[in-house]
Structure formats: structure tokens, C-alpha cells
């Protein structure tokens, strides 16, 4: 609904309970819209670690293998990942 400046001066706090009850409020000068009464939205909710811990149950073992599709667009001499890695002080 829209209202001029000088009924949103008069009648502010009911159009502030107009706008928390869900409807548009738009002031306007001389049938030109300057402004809307917006409610602002509550406080957002804390992040909580470990809230999605529950979606990956299991990885599959060839995870880290090489993708078939994308094998042509690598260097060619790069060896492949060992299935038995050595330990680093071998």
C-alpha cells in the first residue's frame, strides 16, 4: 500500500505493524514511491559443526584413482599412483 510522507509521519507506528504483520509499505512524494518499509530479518542461526556428519557413511576405495575420461588430457609421463606406497624414510 502506498502513503505519502506526510500520513507516514502521522500514522508511523502503525505502518511500522503493518510491515511486521507481512504487508508492503511504500512512501511516497507527490505520487513518486521513495521508500519501503521492510522488516529486517532475524538474527541468523550459528553454524553447527558436524551437523552433516551423517551424509557421507562410506568412500568407495577408487576414490583417488585416475578418471577414465580425463586420462587423454595429462602428460603422458607421469607415472601412475602406486597401490603400495614406501614409506618416506625408505
Known sequence: MIFTTHE???NLSKLIQRALD????????????????????EKKPQRRFGA????????DDNFDD????FADYGPKDIPKV???PKPYNA
Open 52 to 59: 552433516l556428519k551423517h551424509l557421507v557413511l562410506t568412500m
Open 66 to 69: 585416475e578418471l577414465e575420461d
Open 82 to 84: 602406486a597401490e603400495d
Open 8 to 10: 507516514a509521519k502521522t
Open 22 to 41: 507481512g504487508e508492503e509499505i511504500i512512501i511516497a512524494r507527490r505520487s513518486q514511491p521513495l521508500v519501503k518499509l521492510q522488516v529486517i530479518s
